[in-house]
């Protein structure tokens, strides 16, 4: 499994950002698949995830309400739609597939759960 980040850039505080991840492979139906971030100087965390189906999402706490995680299973994409960026936002976001989710409607928030990652995108948000 190949996984593609792509979107990432410059933004103002309360601006917007739309991230993708392409992924390769007939199985991407399969796969939970789970955005994750990493700021400078600091642990990974995770952002958001969805369902092999995306009926279910799970979502950090610092990102409630702001951003939304979507899939195209027919196109093997996930999205990750970022609104009222905050310059905490700033970090490198990457996206992971978890090929064996324990729970159909439930994505891990849990890093060592997903078995391919991305190349990250830079996401800086500006005060």
């Known amino acids: 499994v190949q996984l593609q980040a792509s979107g990432g850039g410059l933004v103002q505080a309360g601006g917007s950002l739309r991230l993708s991840c392409a992924a390769s492979g007939r199985t991407f139906s399969t796969y939970a698949m789970g955005w994750f971030r990493q700021a400078p100087g600091k642990e990974r965390e995770f952002v958001a995830g969805?369902?092999?189906?995306?009926?279910?999402?799970a979502y950090a706490d610092s990102v409630k309400g702001r951003f939304t995680i979507s899939r195209e299973n027919a196109k093997n994409t996930v999205a990750l739609q970022m609104n009222s960026l905050k310059p905490e936002d700033t970090a490198v976001y990457s996206c992971?597939?978890?090929?064996?989710?324990?729970?159909?409607?439930?994505?891990?928030?849990?890093?060592?759960?997903?078995?391919?990652w991305g190349q990250g995108t830079l996401v800086t948000v500006s005060s």
């Open positions: 992971a597939a978890d090929i064996s989710p324990v729970w159909i409607q439930t994505p891990s928030s849990l890093g060592r759960d997903y078995d391919y």
């Open positions: 969805i369902s092999r189906s995306g009926g279910g999402a």
